[in-house]
Each structure stands twice: as C-alpha cells, then as structure tokens.
C-alpha cells in the first residue's frame, strides 16, 4: 500500500507532468500547443529534480535562518534546477522565435501541413517527385501556394477566447 | 593523479591569451580547449565590428590552438589517465574533467574535424559573398559553441555537467541548421529542437532518479555506489531514459525521426559535423554510463535491442531514398546501430569493436557528407557525375567499399570483430543481432553499389542537368580522410593493438576511480 504522503503525490504529480507533456506533443498538431507540452514536460522534470533533495520537516539550506542544527533540504537539486529551468527557457525562446519566421513564411502552425510543404520543398530541391499519400494520389493534388503573411494575418485576426 | 587547478591561472589564461606557453604545457591546459572556444563565441560578435577578417580567422586559430594544447597534453602527460579539478574544488564537490585516452582521442577528434569541416572555408560563391559576409560571424560563433560543448562532453567527469554540454551543443546545433535562411530549415529546425528538448527532460528524468537513489553525480562516486544502490528495475529505469535522452543526438532508435529531415535541409558540413562528431559524442557519454554506473547485463541488452532496430530500420530506409542527402542520413542511423551493437558486446572486446566502429564512422561519413555538398539533388541526378569530378565519385566508391565491409579495408576488420564478439556472447540476442547486421550489410551494399553505378553512367542527356563538381576544399578534406582510412587499412595490426590498449583503459572502472579520488573514498569516512 502506498502512503499517501505529500511527497508521494508530488512525485507523481511531477511524473504525471512529465507524461501529460510528452503525450501533447505526440497528440497535438499546432506547434504553440506543442510548445506548451514542451514546457509542461520540462516543469514536471524541474519538479521531480527539486523533489529529490526534499526531506520531511527540513527548513531552506540557508545559513542564519532557522534554529541551528535544524535539518536542511539538499542545497544541490535546487543549484541542479536552476540551471535547468534557464537552460529550458533559454531553449522555448528559441522554438518561438522560429516558430515565429516559420509562421511568417508559411502562415500557418500547423505541423501537418507544414511537414508536407518541407517534404515537398526538399523534394522539389532535390530535383525528385515528393511523396505522395494514399488520399492524395502523386501529382493529382498540388500543394496550395504558400498564402501571403500579410494577407493571412488581415483575413484571420487574432481573437481572443472568451473576449 | 589529480592535478588541481589554481583559480588564478585559470582566469589568467582566459584573460591573457599571450601568457607563458611553457606553464602551458601542464596537465591543467586540458580545459583551455573547452574554455577558448567559448571564450572566442561571445568575442565574434564585437570583433567582427573591428575586423571582419579577425573574425574571421578567430574561429580556424582557436580550433588549430585547441588541437595543438590536446596533442601537447597527450604527449607531455603519457598514456596514464589523469584529472583535473576545475577551479581547485575536489573532486566530489567541484566539477572534474577525466582524460584518458579516449577523451582526448575525441576531444582532439572534434577540435581537427570542426577545422576540416568549419563552415566558413572556401565554400562561398561570389553571388553570395556578400549575404554570407552579414552571416558569417554569428555562423561561426555557433561552430564554436558547437566545438567547446562536444569537446566538454568528451572530457567532463560529472553527470549534471555532460547534460549542460550536451544542452549546450544541440542549442549551437539548432542555429547552425537553420543558418542558412530557407524555410524547410527553419520547419526541420522546430521538430528537431521539440524531438531533443523532449529527449533531454527524459535525461533529466534520468538523472534525478540516479541522484535520488545514489545522492551524487561526479560518474567516479556514482560508479563506487552503483553495485549497491543501482541494481534493479530503478536503475535499469533511469538508464533507459538516460538512453533515449542521450540517443537523440546518437540517432539511437526511438527519437530519430530528425535525422532525414535535418540532413535533407542543413547545410552539408553541418550534418557532417552532426552526423559524425556529435553523434559519437552522445555515444561516448551513453558508453561512459554503461561502463561505469549501470553494470548490470540488461542495460546492455537494451542498447542491444535500440541498435538492432537502428540498423533495420535506418539501412532499409536508405534503401528506399531517393536523394543523396536523405540516404547518407538513413545510412547513417543504422551505422549508429552498429555501434550501439558493438559497445553492447561485454568487455574490453565490445569497446574495441566499439571505438573502432565509431571512429571509422567519424571518419566516412563526414568525408561522404563533405561529397554531397554539391551533389544534393537525387539519385538519377547523379548520372554522369564521374565524368565531371572523377577523383571525388573514386573517393566515394572507396569509402562505400568500407562502409559495406570489403576485405581489404578498415571496415571489414570491425565488422569482422563485432561479429567474433557478437558469436563469443553467444546468447539468442546476440544471434539476432549478427543475423541484422549480415541482413543489413546486404542491404547497404545494394544501396551503395546503386549510387556508384549512377555516377559511372553516362548523363542522361534529356536532363542536362550540370553537376558541378564538390567544392576544392571538401575534395581536399576527402581525400585527406580517404589516405587516413587507406594508412588505417594497411597499419590494420598496430592500429587495433593501439586501440585495444585503449579501450582496456576505458573500461577499468577502478582505474577511473583511483584517477578521480587518489585516495579511496572509504578511508575518509
């Protein structure tokens, strides 16, 4: 029987968050979605870093604060974490500043659409015929043109939801 | 030995590039070619204000320098590991770097090949001189960030480090894929960087559980206190995520489905440098972890497993692609399998075949990438190709020969030796896994011959596509790598010997210890 402790239902929240994450990403086809799975993932890993070094009724590992000789929790996995949470935004502000030029290029964020379009670009580079599927028989459904950036964002302006 | 490093010096060489060269020559300079290429990164940008051709040549000096102080070190310190505490701190609580052969044999590897394949070397049409010029110092900026990471990957002694590393190159390899500008970059880019971000919360997964059960990251003490703590399911869990984690940049089987598409649309030197320096990097981490924390057979069962559907999967995928690029990338995918095969043979067997396979990939692939630089178009675009650049399509059809394993060639003798350890193991697996290999083998030597005998064809007149030749400098590097591998194929006997003295080396556990800690941990407590 598991003894449901807040350090059990924290580690598996934070397994949980892990799992939630990678499954957005398998699951989800727009690429902000995607990238919120991502970060989602990536706070679940954080979490459970921070949780190992956590021990019960232990005060912050800070000299002067708290009785002496109180317990501390590990100082190392919050050192561990931090590094890890800035190498993570340092890498989701990096997915949107491309998913930024890729929207401007193509209009669109959808990850199906666009991973045909960048088979058929490589195809068309390569000089050979781009795969075709089984619904769209090669050469009888041409990729739309690529729309303008200026034109999809005055026919599609941003709503808000709710709003 | 532990050689600690005064915080003084090392500040002191960050600062003063001028400084003594003889204080240089310590064990302790092993850090600077970690250290200068970073340093020289973040100076690209303000130098280029000044001078664009410091700038330019910043990049090819530091590397020169890098392989310059390894060798210097490799010699003037032996063949004995050693270590070096980073800023004096000891070893459990500070950061260390090991240096035994192996990690400087990579660590030099990445210096000389980034050189060979520096992005910025006689590639630049003059119609593009002057885009390329705007571009050219943030490109080489991420080249070096690139070569500072893999070359702290192949010497870093502490987990939580190698991860920071490992971050660090596959961010400086986002932005060499997509440097140059199009739009099927920049879309490979994004499902690279998801599938790698993905890869490495799973190896940060790993590496909370292995902190969680052992306390310690520093590989040296993990390795003390792993037969006690390591054994079992827990374990076996984190090294499977360490695994996947650390195999996206080995195009180790689950999370590659980046390679094809990356390759297909990067630049060709960066998936040389991806395809053949990175990849051994993650490999060599995975092979560090495997020798010392995670003793246990089923790990290296696991590894098996992920190679064999590496090698089927990627050879019979190069077996259907239809351009150059995307088949060198499947090709590649399952040459990764072979080595994972080869490190998951027991003992000191299974690290020579290992090394020798992966260095033998380093070396044609790179070569065969360099090749495809202006050969990117599809297979029956290569028509006739001989005719134009007869000693570029001789050097592919030398290479192809040793990748398939002809008898003469390297690639015979470590295909030769993964399968005597691969039969001595003896168990189903591995009877599988030979099986694989000779079916795989098979295949690859279909594919190669196919795109040999296109480029002795006559063209295709009704296309009269012009096939420009490779570019002087990647035919250069190509037959450099193609003497390399022809020197390798004659001196067969006292390579392997060399090798073996090596890979006995990589995986005395105690020795990695005793460098670490030259007291035993034990008496202390």
Redesign the interface.
């Known amino acids: 029987m598991i003894p449901w402790s807040l350090e059990t239902v924290s580690y598996a929240g934070a397994i949980g968050l892990v799992v939630i994450g990678g499954l957005g990403l398998v699951i989800c086809n727009h690429l902000f979605r995607m990238l919120l799975a991502l970060a989602m993932a990536e706070s679940g890993a954080n979490l459970l870093l921070v949780l190992t070094g956590f021990r019960d009724g232990a005060i912050a590992p800070i000299i002067g604060y708290g009785p002496a000789g109180a317990p501390l929790v590990d100082p190392l996995p919050q050192v561990l974490v931090l590094t890890a949470i800035v190498i993570g935004v340092g890498v989701q502000a990096l997915a949107v500043a491309v998913l930024v030029r890729v929207y401007r290029s193509y209009g669109t964020l959808d990850m199906r659409d666009l991973r045909r379009r960048m088979e058929g670009e490589i195809a068309a580079a390569a000089g050979i015929a781009a795969p075709g599927s089984a619904q769209a028989p090669l050469g009888q459904r041409p990729l739309p043109p690529v729309p303008d950036y200026e034109l999809v964002r005055r026919s599609a302006p941003v709503r808000e939801r709710g709003a | 030995m532990t050689l600690e490093l005064p915080v003084d010096l090392l500040f002191g060489l960050n600062l003063d590039l001028n400084l003594d060269l003889t204080r240089v020559m310590t064990a302790n300079a092993i850090v600077l070619p970690v250290v200068l290429p970073l340093l020289a990164a973040f100076l690209m940008q303000p130098l280029a204000q000044v001078s664009r051709l410091l700038a330019r040549l910043l990049g090819p000096l530091v590397l020169t320098l890098g392989a310059w102080i390894i060798l210097n070190t490799w010699l003037e310190v032996g063949p004995a590991p050693f270590s070096v505490a980073i800023g004096g701190f000891a070893a459990p609580l500070g950061i260390v770097f090991y240096a035994d052969q192996l990690a400087l044999l990579f660590a030099l590897a990445v210096q000389v090949f980034t050189l060979l394949f520096w992005p910025g070397l006689g590639v630049v049409a003059k119609a593009e001189a002057a885009a390329d010029r705007q571009r050219a110092p943030r490109r080489d900026a991420l080249a070096l960030l690139l070569a500072s990471a893999a070359t702290g990957l192949a010497l870093s002694g502490d987990l939580?480090n190698i991860?920071?590393f490992y971050?660090l190159a596959?961010?400086a390899s986002?932005?060499l894929v997509?440097a140059d500008d199009?739009?099927?970059a920049?879309?490979?880019?994004?499902?690279y960087?998801?599938i790698s971000?993905?890869g490495?919360?799973?190896a940060?997964?790993g590496?909370?559980i292995l902190?969680?059960q052992t306390?310690t990251?520093n590989l040296a003490q993990l390795a003390q206190v792993a037969p006690e703590t390591l054994q079992g399911p827990i374990g076996l869990a984190a090294f499977a995520l360490l695994l996947i984690g650390f195999g996206v940049k080995a195009e180790l089987f689950p999370l590659n489905a980046w390679v094809p598409?990356v390759y297909?649309?990067a630049p060709a030197r960066v998936s040389a440098l991806l395809a053949g320096l990175i990849s051994k990097l993650a490999i060599l981490v995975i092979v560090r972890l495997l020798i010392l924390v995670f003793q246990q057979p089923e790990a290296s069962q696991l590894l098996l497993v992920l190679g064999v559907l590496g090698v089927l999967t990627g050879e019979f995928s190069a077996w259907r692609a239809?351009?150059?690029?995307?088949l060198l990338a499947f090709s590649s995918i399952g040459q990764l399998g072979l080595v994972a095969i080869a490190f998951s043979i027991d003992g000191t067997t299974g690290l020579l075949a290992g090394t020798a396979v992966a260095l033998h990939h380093l070396i044609v692939k790179s070569a065969l990438f360099g090749l495809a630089n202006r050969w990117?178009?599809?297979?029956?675009?290569l028509a006739g190709a001989a005719k134009g650049a007869p000693r570029a399509a001789g050097l592919f059809v030398l290479f192809a020969l040793s990748l398939i394993g002809v008898p003469p060639l390297w690639g015979f003798w470590i295909k030769l030796l993964i399968m005597v350890g691969l039969v001595q193991g003896g168990a189903p697996l591995d009877l599988l896994a030979l099986g694989a290999i000779l079916l795989a083998t098979a295949v690859e030597a279909h594919y190669l011959f196919r795109v040999a005998l296109r480029l002795y064809q006559p063209p295709v007149p009704d296309r009269a596509?012009r096939l420009a030749p490779p570019a002087r400098w990647d035919t250069g590097v190509a037959y450099l790598l193609g003497a390399c591998l022809v020197v390798i194929s004659v001196a067969i006997t006292p390579t392997t010997e060399a090798l073996r003295v090596l890979a006995q080396q990589t995986g005395d556990v105690l020795l990695y210890i005793d460098t670490v800690f030259p007291q035993p941990l034990a008496d202390k407590e």
């Open positions: 939580f991860f920071v971050e596959a961010v986002f932005g997509c199009s739009g099927r920049r879309i490979a880019t994004l499902r960087l998801f971000a993905f490495s919360v799973l940060l997964v590496i909370a902190y969680l306390g990251l598409e297909a649309t239809q351009d150059f690029p995307r990117s178009g599809g297979l029956d675009a596509l």
